[in-house]
């Protein structure tokens, strides 16, 4: 079959839209398409991997064998345009626009408080968008799933959950909430407590307000494709791209003919295993075979015996499918369909899903697949084709190692996949663990299954497969075969492990490492699948008394409760805030939860980010050439190949920097030596971002290896490579006071660094303007003076030249301080060497790899107390890694020391910290600056003590607490009262102490799961010790038409700043316009306007605020650094399971001392945001290097931020009554860092657990405490007999 040299139309929707493309290139992926051919920015770039949501939008196709029009949502980064021929696409301009109707998903999210930055707002739009298409009432279950897939790193999920449940149909929404009472108040609280609910509220919108969802509205699938789907062409279309051809053939035939001649073209469907591929491993295929239209691979069949699937139905439909035959079939035939049923549900977000084919998956035999192990145990058979015949290979063993007698030979195609029904003799069990609940790959899953000789319980036969512990799902043969005739008990299981280990052989470079977890986890499942089929088989012995001649095993109570798994809820809670003054008037806007400033516009995609700046004349592309080197000098760099490529237009070196590049240890770009992987080298720049990136590739540099490379904080201690002198604080004299204490107790902490995971990657697009070389830089910054200045030493020109523009910041935490600078400058030095605009827009990959983070921290401490739990002294030195140059370690590890005593008055004290020079990126500001890594060595003291001392950590917390009017470690007078009145009133509403009683109730009970609680105190100083910090300054003009201009000197980074600033502009304006406004009260503001303008009273005002005089004498330690604490405790309960070290969080409540809340829905969502973003710090996020220094975790698959799955079920905010202070605006707190440090809450509650675990199996109670308590550390920290077995 000939194969057109001419590409085809390609023609499809968007947003009701024909478009129609000549020359459509298979490599161009619908995310770009949006952004760069039709400029809908709404959709956004964050991860380019499908693994973070924000690039969401609907497809439309219809199903030519239902007839109807099938709703998914899907990635668009991940989606080529070459797949969308005959497809309706709804970006999230499509659902609603500010200009013309917003659409109620866009207005509630908004409302609700669901967006802070924003960046992921049109991403959650269209996942709830498409649910409600599919779904106009959904169920909570269907809400939680269809967010499964979309990352937010601001808001902590809990408003955007809110917003989506008004939709839901049995809307759990406490009726009596907003009446200032709700049934999740407790029956502990105090009378006190109730007392003040008339004052309190609950409500941070009005439901009543939101515009009902009218399904009638929605934009139809166009009339026009329907016309042409309905007589469908059978021909084959073909794209011809610059190296890829896109050839769809319209029939089976054809699709095998083209097999037979382009045997080594991949199937395409999802892409979502090719994609990422092609996108990061460097795959490349010039010729694709799309086989959309062919029906016979979406062919279902249901026989008597099993079910047929075509390979190309996609994961949810297959979901979907399997849940109805669950429903309709007896339970005996079905247990293969619930184990992946259970699989499915957790594989991927729903976009993977929607995207993914079953064909794909399998062919794909990924090691972490969760269905292979499923379908290999159940005797799956796959229905092959090719122009020779049919065939059937069975999905066994060999087909998933890929050895060539058992695969698909190359000609072939996957056309189906059978799987037969099980029978009742028969069991079928999967398992699954991965580093957070939902959304990540297994790191261990399994498919067990075991038949029995009928009535009896003797094995006759027994498969097990397990993914994540080879190159691909590895099956145990041999010990299936050992176990053949043995009965199902305690022999057989004691000898099943052992064979098993023997069999399953975990290298130490296994996929992932973590050898030790893994086995762990093998015999762990094993376990747990025997204990489940003994409990069946007792069920069947009841049903069918008669078939049965043997005596299973008793298992006590206590030990089943491990095979139920977690369930997943839609989490609720509670936010509750002072009420303003009833006298307030309802003009006046302060202390209301008046919605985010741009929420709209986050909504419905209008709010223009850094990169949704139109493309300008000439403008060119910038990619950065890294690199690969930890320490090394540089030979030589050769860039002629590079140049040599297509649209290549320049090659950018140290040598090209008019001015200063960067510090003497800090350059912008290397000169002479690297100093860690992922250090700036050089950076190219060319017409196109395909074409610079290739250019990058072709960058050729030769190094020379350095010694030492120093990674980690013990070589750097070994080697005595610091970035700058020890700070100290101390306070009583230690050494006299460890000699009159009861107990002394020695303890090590490690805490692991943090990427920020801004949802928006750094970028920056830099315009030089023709005139005096004036600069106009756009760039994503939290400090925009800095850039400013940078730019200007580095080009030589003053700053007055340099304008930047931030209009809002896509998520910074710190990572947006310093590095955007460094962006700038390069991309400066491009443009004013090649006269042309240059955009520079880092990767997810490139973005991780360049940009440090949080700093690690490894702690020791020596904790001396009495036996009663008054600790006495307590002496802290604790090291920092600080990477390769010195950015702001000095300061990080200032704070840490002076914010290390956290709530605690402790007379004898000594703080010692020093930040190491190591051959990693340079870490940075990061929320919290150290207080986060710092003070969870002191409360790990704490748990220390409370362990020698045989009493609940609460109990030392409470003890040592400060109680007066006291003096800070450095000497700074403070009064805790608004710390005490948080901690009891987070006693009160948490009910702390009938909960601690029912968690050790529980514990009694249950032998393998365990629940903790923790109650953590919070006494965290705001500000710099540096006056010039503690300024503001802010310009309102009113103009004569009444409307309003405010330019102040904060960035918009998704705090609402602009909102809150906006709140008191009006304010001070009011107060102006009083008299006029009094004279004539039914005016309007423009009247009034008009009148103040004839009165010549000034529109114009300029606000400065003068804060703070702070100051720190080191060498004294003493001094005034901070004006005012943020005062706040978090209670958290949690349940682990010790077989797999899983946890669930059951409940957290904050209570959080914000004095007069400016604007309670963005302090709360401030305190919520911080709070998960903590939790992800303390329990998930995991940074992982190679032996070299490379990191690994470089994107949303391998770096496990907090999805929506993992927050609290139950997650309260409380925000303290009655509480001012003098030196602020309006008596109100900063609070954007403070919560990141209350997400240790969970962590302590799990530690809580894992001890009490230990406790029960008698192993030591302190031991070394390590952040993130990710599943691998609870399980190993839960040690039994399975962790010695490894
Ligand atoms: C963000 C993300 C999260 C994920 N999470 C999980 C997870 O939690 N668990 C898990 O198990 N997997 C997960 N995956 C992997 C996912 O399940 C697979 O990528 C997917 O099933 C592959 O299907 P596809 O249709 O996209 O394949 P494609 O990428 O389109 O194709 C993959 C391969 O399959 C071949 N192929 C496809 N169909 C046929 C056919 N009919 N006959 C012959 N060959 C064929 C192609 O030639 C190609 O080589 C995830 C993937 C992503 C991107
Ligand atoms: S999923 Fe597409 S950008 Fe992250
Ligand atoms: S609001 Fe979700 S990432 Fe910022």
Redesign the pocket.
């Known amino acids: 079959m000939p194969c057109p040299t001419r590409s085809d139309e390609l023609v499809f929707f968007v947003n009701g839209r024909k478009v129609i493309e000549r020359d459509a290139d298979p490599e161009v992926t619908l995310l770009t398409f949006l952004r760069k051919n039709l400029r809908l920015t709404g959709t956004k770039y964050a991860c380019g991997?499908?693994?973070c949501g924000a690039c969401t939008v609907m497809v439309s196709r219809h199903d030519p064998s239902s007839k109807k029009i099938r709703h998914f949502s899907v990635t668009a980064c991940?989606v080529p345009i070459c797949s969308l021929h005959g497809t309706a696409v709804t970006t999230v301009e499509g659902v609603g626009s500010i200009k013309t109707r917003i659409h109620p998903v866009q207005e509630r999210i908004a409302k609700s408080h669901g967006t802070q930055c924003g960046f992921c707002t049109p991403g959650m739009v269209m996942s709830m968008y498409t649910l409600l298409r599919n779904h106009p009432e959904p169920s909570e279950e269907q809400l939680m799933e269809a967010l499964g897939g979309n990352l937010c790193r601001c808001t902590g999920y809990r408003p955007i959950l809110a917003s989506g449940r008004t939709f839901c149909m049995a809307s759990n929404d406490c009726q009596e909430k907003g009446k200032g009472k709700c049934c999740l108040d407790q029956e502990e609280k105090d009378s006190s407590s109730l007392d003040r609910k008339s004052e309190m509220c609950t409500e941070l919108f009005v439901r009543e307000e939101f515009q009902p969802l009218d399904p009638t509205q929605e934009l139809i699938f166009p009339p026009e494709l329907l016309r042409m789907l309905e007589n469908p062409e059978k021909r084959t279309f073909t794209f011809h791209g610059e190296r890829v051809t896109w050839i769809s053939p319209g029939t089976l035939k054809e699709l095998l003919e083209l097999k037979v001649k382009h045997p080594e073209a991949?199937?395409?469907?999802?892409?979502?295993?090719?994609?990422?591929a092609m996108k990061s491993q460097g795959c490349f295929h010039p010729i694709l075979l799309y086989?959309v239209r062919i029906s016979e691979?979406y062919v279902v069949s249901k026989a008597s015996d099993g079910l047929t699937i075509g390979?190309?139905c996609s994961?949810a439909q297959v979901k979907d499918l399997l849940a109805e035959t669950v429903s309709s079939l007896p339970e005996e035939k079905t247990k293969a369909y619930r184990a992946l049923l259970k699989q499915l549900k957790?594989?991927?977000g729903q976009q993977?899903r929607n995207?993914?084919?079953l064909?794909?998956?399998v062919?794909?035999r990924?090691c972490?697949?969760?269905?292979n192990p499923i379908l290999a145990v159940s005797s799956a058979t796959l229905n092959l084709i090719s122009e020779e015949g049919k065939r059937q290979i069975p999905l066994n063993e060999h087909f998933l190692a890929g050895l060539a007698s058992a695969d698909?030979k190359p000609e072939e195609?996957?056309e189906s996949v059978y799987i037969p029904h099980s029978h009742k003799w028969e069991f079928v069990s999967a398992f699954r663990q991965a580093e957070c609940r939902q959304n990540?790959?297994?790191d261990v899953n399994a498919g067990l299954r075991v038949v029995f000789e009928e009535g009896t319980d003797t094995i006759a036969g027994l498969s097990l497969a397990y993914g994540g512990v080879g190159a691909a799902t590895i099956s145990a043969p041999q010990t299936c075969q050992q176990l053949l005739g043995r009965h199902w008990n305690q022999l057989m299981l004691d000898e099943a492990y052992r064979l098993l280990l023997e069999e399953i052989s975990l290298p130490g470079s296994a996929p992932g490492g973590k050898v030790e977890f893994k086995r762990s986890l093998i015999v762990s499942f094993f376990f747990k699948f025997y204990l489940q089929v003994l409990q069946e088989l007792k069920e069947l012995r009841r049903l069918f008394p008669k078939s049965d001649s043997c005596h299973y095993p008793e298992v006590a109570d206590r030990f089943l409760s491990v095979l139920e798994d977690f369930s997943i809820n839609l989490p609720q809670g509670v936010q509750t805030y002072q009420c303003v003054d009833s006298h307030q008037p309802p003009l006046d806007p302060v202390g209301r939860p008046i919605m985010h400033l741009s929420g709209l516009k986050h909504a419905t995609g209008e709010a223009i980010f850094c990169d949704d700046i139109p493309v300008v004349d000439k403008e060119l592309a910038m990619a950065l050439v890294t690199s690969t080197r930890a320490h090394a000098k540089i030979i030589s760099i050769d860039s002629s190949e590079a140049l040599e490529l297509p649209g290549v237009v320049d090659v950018i070196t140290a040598e090209d920097i008019p001015g200063t590049n960067g510090a003497e240890d800090d350059k912008l770009l290397a000169v002479d030596k690297v100093l860690c992987v992922g250090q700036i080298v050089c950076a190219v720049v060319a017409e196109t971002e395909v074409q610079v990136k290739r250019a990058v590739e072709k960058i050729k540099i030769t190094y020379k290896d350095l010694e030492p490379v120093i990674f980690s904080i013990e070589d750097a201690v070994k080697h005595n490579s610091f970035l700058c002198p020890e700070k100290k604080l101390e306070q009583g004299n230690i050494e006299e006071a460890f000699g009159k204490v009861d107990q002394i107790v020695e303890g090590e902490v490690h805490v692991g660094g943090q990427e920020h995971f801004y949802m928006e990657t750094q970028r920056v697009l830099v315009i030089p303007k023709t005139e005096d070389k004036e600069l106009d830089v756009y760039v994503s910054t939290q400090d925009p003076a800095h850039v400013q200045k940078t730019v200007s030493s580095t080009l030589s020109i003053p700053i007055n030249r340099i304008t930047c523009h931030v209009k809002r910041v896509g998520g910074g935490f710190g990572g947006k301080t310093g590095r955007p600078a460094v962006f700038g400058a390069i991309a400066a030095v491009g443009a004013m060497k090649t006269g042309r605009p240059i955009r520079l827009v880092l990767d997810r990959e490139d973005d991780m790899l360049i940009t440090g983070g949080r700093h690690p921290l490894f702690g020791k401490y020596k904790v001396g107390f009495m036996n009663s739990g008054r600790i006495k002294a307590l002496d802290i030195e604790c090291y920092i890694n600080g990477g390769c140059t010195l950015d702001d370690s000095e300061m990080v590890t200032e704070y840490l020391i002076l914010k290390m005593e956290n709530a605690y008055k402790i007379r004898n004290l000594r703080f010692r910290g020093r930040a190491c020079l190591t051959n990693l990126p340079s870490n940075t500001a990061f929320r919290g600056f150290g207080f986060p890594q710092g003070t969870l060595v002191t409360e790990s003291c704490i748990t220390a003590v409370a362990a020698k001392c045989g009493l609940p950590p609460e109990k030392i917390r409470e003890k040592n607490m400060y109680k007066t009017v006291d003096k800070t470690i450095y000497k700074q007078a403070f009064s805790p009262e608004n710390l005490i009145r948080c901690w009891n009133e987070c006693l009160v509403q948490s009910s702390f102490h009938s909960r601690r009683l029912q968690v050790e109730e529980f514990n009694k009970k249950n032998y393998w799961k365990k629940k903790g609680i923790a109650i953590v105190p919070m006494k965290f100083s705001v500000g710099f010790a540096a006056t010039s910090y503690h300024q503001a300054a802010a310009l309102v003009h009113i103009y004569t038409d009444g409307s309003v201009l405010v330019t102040h000197g904060g960035n918009e980074l998704g705090q609402g700043i602009h909102t809150k600033m906006l709140q008191n502009a009006c304010q001070v304006l009011l107060k102006r316009l009083e008299p006029i406004m009094k004279k004539n009260p039914e005016g309007t503001w423009e009247d009034w306007i008009e009148a103040a303008f004839e009165q010549r009273i000034s529109l114009s005002a300029t606000g400065y605020f003068r804060g703070y005089k702070a100051f720190m004498d080191w060498e004294k330690g003493e001094g005034d650094p901070f004006p005012y604490y943020v005062y706040g405790v978090a209670c958290s309960e949690v349940e682990i399971d010790c077989l797999t070290g899983a946890h669930k969080k059951i409940r957290t409540d904050i209570v959080m001392d914000a004095c007069c809340s400016l604007n309670p829905a963005i302090d709360i969502g401030q305190i919520e945001g911080a709070f998960v973003q903590g939790m992800g710090l303390y329990t998930t996020e995991e940074l992982k290097y190679s032996p070299e220094g490379v990191l690994y975790s470089r994107g949303p698959?391998e770096y496990k931020i907090p999805t929506i799955t993992d927050i609290p079920e139950e997650f309260n905010v409380y925000l303290l009554p009655s509480s001012h202070t003098p030196l602020t605006i309006y008596s109100s707190k900063g609070l954007g860092e403070s919560g990141m440090f209350l997400g240790s809450s969970v962590f302590f509650a799990i530690i809580d657990a894992v001890t009490t675990a230990r406790r029960e199996r008698d192993i030591a109670e302190d031991f070394t405490v390590r952040s993130p308590a990710t599943p691998e550390w609870v399980r190993m920290a839960c040690a039994d007999r399975f962790t010695e077995m490894v």
Do not use: Q
Not at 266 to 276: A, E, F, M, R, V
Not at 368 to 371: A, E
């Open positions: 991997r499908g693994g991940l991949p199937l395409i469907l999802g892409n979502t295993s090719l994609g990422p086989p691979l390979a190309g994961l957790s594989l991927g993977i995207m993914a084919s064909g794909g998956h062919v794909s990924h972490y697949s969760d269905l698909l195609i996957l990540a790959l297994a698959d």
